[in-house]
């Protein structure tokens, strides 16, 4: 009696076997390794950011015009303020001050992304905040003014503003120190002071006196922490996308995303085709036989194809963001090209390694564009904000660059140096991607390692093109 190969016993057994031989535990282990990878690659950049952050670039500007005392002395706290912040940063490299001139000059700065935030000293600081110690009812608290970019979003933002309104505080309390010893003591507040450009300000016309410790516990309480912080935000130069600074991560991870997936179609398909590997559909399997053809030809032939590809994957992601979320970009046809480039980009790159090195390059590839490069892309977390060695590996990985392009793209106008830098890295990943895959291929072919030997299966060699019959 012929024992069925089909039945379950015999199924089970040689189920059995495959666990019994080292190369299938090693898959596991592998497995279990590239788990841990990946799930390391997104905690530790969310471990503790705040404890990691390095010199988070931020704007200084003050505009404060200062006072003249009745005895010709010059006060200017704007100045004290600028050189007291300047010289605790200098103690602490969490933060990074960058003084600027003028208000517009701060503008300019946060548009180009140069910094996430800025603290703006306005230009009657001073005489608001001596007008505290007169008894005119015109006395106002002195303001300083948070100034963000609506580009800025996720926890760059968070962090930008708690830095900005920490430093406001400090300066307050520094500021209150001054103004309670001068009303204490009785002290005119800076003998009078007058204004710049042609007016008198309100403690130098006559009859104003200076507050005293008479004027009450309330007042002095006031004088403790006198400065008023408001927040404004800056218009933006292109985009209004509700979601604000989060939407230039998500777009990227689509068009990370929408770069795997042609690469890893377009290498089954063709490969099928070719009768290297079966297709399967469902519960049918063919198996065509081989196509006699050099690793190199395969490979330009699914990189010319890969690239149209991936180009328009990246293309439909744009217009598709276009239509359904209202992203506002000014120029909706750089966002197109940027995106298909992108998206290509990571077609090629997966193509390649697949080339070089076979069904593992898929794994690789998935690792490089989104397990790993997703969290080191500073959508999420500020450059800033990651450890010194991760962010300089996230400044390799396309997904920092596609990040930064399409949030010059939509929210600055296309201006950004950023913008600039991420064309550059996107078309030398594409370039790259395709110098990588011709001489690996190629390499392969120089040594003879075929694909496939031609007694696996029938060999189909291209039948050659008939010449051409001579004219009569």
Request: glycine share 10%.
């Amino acid at each position: 009696m012929t024992t069925n190969p089909n039945t379950k016993e015999d199924t089970a057994v040689r189920a059995g076997t495959v666990w019994k031989q080292p190369r299938a535990w090693l898959v596991v282990i592998v497995g279990c390794v590239l788990a841990a990878l990946s799930t390391l690659s997104y905690l530790l950049p969310a471990t503790d950011p705040e404890g990691r952050l390095h010199r988070l670039p931020l704007i200084l500007v003050s505009e404060d015009q200062g006072v003249t005392a009745a005895d010709g002395t010059r006060v200017d706290l704007g100045a004290q303020l600028v050189r007291g912040i300047t010289r605790a940063a200098a103690r602490d490299d969490r933060v990074e001050w960058t003084v600027v001139a003028d208000r517009a000059a701060a503008e300019r700065a946060l548009a180009g992304q140069d910094a996430y935030a800025a603290l703006d000293v306005p230009r009657d600081f001073t005489r608001t905040a001596l007008s505290l110690l007169s008894v005119e009812s015109s006395a106002e608290r002195p303001t300083l003014t948070v100034l963000t970019h609506r580009g800025v979003g996720g926890m760059a933002a968070s962090m930008a503003d708690k830095a900005v309104r920490a430093t406001a505080a400090k300066a307050s309390i520094q500021l209150g120190t001054q103004l309670v010893a001068r009303a204490t003591t009785g002290k005119e507040a800076t003998g009078g002071p007058t204004t710049t450009a042609g007016r008198t300000s309100e403690a130098a016309r006559a009859g104003a006196q200076p507050r005293s410790a008479a004027a009450g516990p309330g007042f002095l309480a006031l004088l403790h922490d006198p400065v008023q912080v408001t927040a404004e935000q800056q218009p933006v130069n292109a985009g209004s996308a509700p979601s604000g600074g989060t939407v230039p991560l998500y777009l990227a991870v689509a068009l990370l995303i929408s770069g795997l997936l042609p690469a890893s179609l377009l290498t089954m398909l063709v490969d099928a085709r070719l009768g290297y590997v079966p297709l399967e559909i469902g519960p049918r399997r063919l198996l065509k036989p081989i196509v006699a053809i050099a690793r190199s030809s395969t490979f330009l032939a699914k990189a010319v194809i890969g690239a149209v590809m991936g180009f328009a994957a990246g293309a439909v992601v744009a217009a598709v963001g276009l239509a359904s979320v209202d992203l506002g970009a000014q120029a909706p046809g750089r966002l197109v090209v940027f995106c298909g480039l992108a998206c290509a980009a990571v077609t090629l790159l997966t193509l390649a390694l697949f080339a070089v090195f076979g069904a593992p390059g898929q794994i690789l590839a998935l690792l490089v564009a989104t397990l790993i490069g997703i969290p080191l892309s500073g959508g999420a977390i500020p450059p800033e904000a990651l450890p010194a060695g991760l962010d300089t590996l996230g400044r390799l990985l396309p997904a920092r660059h596609v990040v930064e392009g399409v949030r010059s793209l939509l929210f600055y106008g296309g201006d950004a140096r950023q913008l600039t830098t991420a064309w550059l890295v996107m078309g030398a990943y594409a370039f790259g991607s395709v110098l990588l895959g011709l001489l690996g291929s190629h390499f392969y072919d120089r040594r003879g390692y075929r694909r496939a030997h031609e007694h696996d299966r029938p060999v189909v060699h291209p039948a050659p093109e008939p010449l051409p019959r001579p004219s009569s």
